[in-house]
Nanobody
Framework: QVQLLESGGGLVQAGGSLRLSCAASGGTVSSYSMGWFRQAPGKEREFVATISWIGGSPTYADSVKGRFTISRDHAKNTLYLQMNNVDPEDTAVYYC?????????????????WGQGTQVTVSS
């Protein structure tokens, strides 16, 4: 069965950049829509970005639009999240998720497979 493993998190200063990776193993995710979500301490998990398996334009949360970019490399079976001009409000555990059927979605409950998460901390 497919498993997802995030990496690339860490400590970064406000205004800096970070790239998160989500490597899939145990099978291909090329036919799955993928998404990134995040959860800050004391808050609910929230949508960050999603990309459909059929291509097309990704969808972003308003809070990250223009700063974050989601992309995927089918050959490497990997999903990415490029984070630019980060803000302390971006501090959270970031999760990648795969949706077996359907297009990209901002609804966490519609995803079937989740990674363990990677911590991103933005200092001011």
């Amino acid at each position: 069965q497919v498993q997802l493993l995030e990496s690339g998190g860490g400590l970064v200063q406000a205004g800096g950049s970070l790239r998160l990776s989500c490597a899939a193993s145990g099978g291909t995710v090329s036919s799955y829509s993928m998404g990134w979500f995040r959860q800050a301490p004391g808050k609910e998990r929230e949508f960050v970005a999603t990309i459909s398996w059929i291509g097309g334009s990704p969808t972003y949360a308003d809070s990250v639009k223009g700063r974050f970019t989601i992309s995927r490399d089918h050959a490497k079976n990997t999903l990415y999240l490029q984070m630019n001009n980060v803000d302390p409000e971006d501090t959270a555990v970031y999760y990648c998720a795969a949706r077996k059927r359907g297009g990209g979605s901002s609804i966490a409950a519609q995803y079937d497979i989740w990674g363990q998460g990677t911590q991103v901390t933005v200092s001011s």
